[in-house]
Each structure stands twice: as C-alpha cells, then as structure tokens.
C-alpha cells in the first residue's frame, strides 16, 4: 500500500535561508511523486511532480526536490526563503499501477518565514 | 488552474439537512475528485468519478454520494449533515488517474 510520511508539522525559517521539507513515502510500485503548495484560505497549487524522467525535478517559484530511491525520499528544498512562501505543503504520492485510486497526501507542513 | 469553480464557496447548515456541492470543469477533464480536508489529515479522498456515470468509493465515502450526468459536473450529495461532516471540501481534475490533478478552490461547509 502506498503512504506518505512528512517528517515535520512546522518549518520555521529566515527569509534568506534555505527551507527544507522532508518527505518519505511507501510505494509497491515506480511511484509518481508531487509536492502542492496551499496559500491560506486557497487551493492547492502544484510546485513540482517527479514521474522517473530526472531524479532531480525543478518547479515553480525557485523550488526543486530530489527522488532518492534507495532512502524512499523526496524531499522538498529551496536555497534561499521569501515570505511569500509561509504556506502549508503537501507531499503527494501516486501509484502508477492502481488508475483511478487518486492521490495519497501527507498530513502536511506548514512553513512559517519571519524577517 | 485547469477551470475549476466550486459552489457554493462557503455554506452553514443545520444536522440532518440535505447538502449538495457542486464542482464544474472546463478542461473536458475525464477524472474528477471530492477531496475532504480536515486540520492534522491532509486531504482524504471521498469518491471519485472516471467517466459520465462511472464512479467509484473513497477511504472516507460514508455519509456521502456523488453523480456525474455530464463530463463538466460532479455533484457531492450529503443526505443528511451531520457535524463530522464540518469541513473544507476540495474538488479536482485530472487527464488520467495516476496523474497530476488540478484543484478547485474549495467550498467551506459547516454543520451545526
């Protein structure tokens, strides 16, 4: 069965330092990999998907994350924070052999910027 | 966004009334989802629909029902809200069932 584990509730960091969100996930199969990104009282937003094409998948807004098969991780990073991007982030999985089963979220992270 | 619109966007009623949420897509998606989203949960699937007609239960489908007489609409029914029912209720839309999906902006219900 597929899951996802995000390994912290709340990240807080300096606008201007790096953020890192943990992510490991659970998967029987080769899994498609999503992070999304919810602004307060918003939708989610994809930031990046990682589909097997490049272990190291660039998104939206300077975030990048990196699939490590061999740590079943795929953890969110960004070299240097902005306020804008306080917002809750979500670590999503999908199995690409059950068509239909949607999505498995993480419970989330919510990431604090303070100046 | 993919087109997505939700309504209503928020929505008080009362244990044991009808409820009915309403998403619409004009992305001529084949997939569309009721996502419930609760603090400490993440968002959880209620049901799902694969085509006109066609849908399929979730990990939390108790207390709800869904139809879709058309590609562009997928009605969320409540036949009787309860307050566990209280929620943040997320449509979205995909091309294909292991792929990217796209949100709605979510409707805000709450059962008192």
């Known amino acids: 069965a597929q899951s996802v584990t995000q390994l912290d509730s709340h990240v807080s960091v300096s606008e201007g330092t790096p953020v890192l969100l943990r992510c490991n996930y659970s998967s029987s199969y080769s899994p498609s990999l999503f992070w999304y990104v919810q602004h307060p009282n918003k939708g989610l937003q994809l930031l990046l998907k990682?589909?097997?094409?490049?272990?190291l998948v660039k998104g939206i807004n300077g975030f990048e994350a990196e699939f490590k098969k061999s740590e079943t991780s795929f953890h969110l990073t960004k070299p240097s924070a902005h306020m804008s991007d306080a917002a809750e982030y979500f670590c999503?999985?999908?199995?690409?052999?059950?068509?239909?089963?949607?999505?498995?979220f993480g419970k989330g992270t919510t990431l604090s910027v303070s100046s | 966004d993919a087109g997505i619109t939700q309504s209503p966007r928020h929505k008080v009623t009362e244990t044991g009334t009808p409820v009915t949420l309403r998403c619409h897509q004009t992305e001529n998606h084949r997939y569309m989802y009721w996502y419930r989203q609760d603090p400490g949960h993440g968002l959880r699937l209620i049901h799902y629909s694969y085509g006109v007609k066609d849908t399929d239960k979730g990990e939390v489908s108790d207390g709800y029902s869904v139809s879709r007489s058309k590609t562009e609409d997928f009605l969320l029914t409540l036949e009787s809200a309860t307050s566990s029912q209280t929620s943040v209720y997320f449509c979205?839309?995909?091309?294909?069932?292991?792929?990217?999906?796209?949100f709605g902006p979510g409707t805000r219900l709450t059962v008192l």
């Open positions: 979205a839309t995909g091309t294909s069932g292991t792929d990217t999906q796209y």
């Open positions: 999503v999985v999908s199995d690409k052999q059950q068509a239909g089963t949607a999505l498995i």
């Open positions: 990682y589909t097997s094409a490049a272990t």
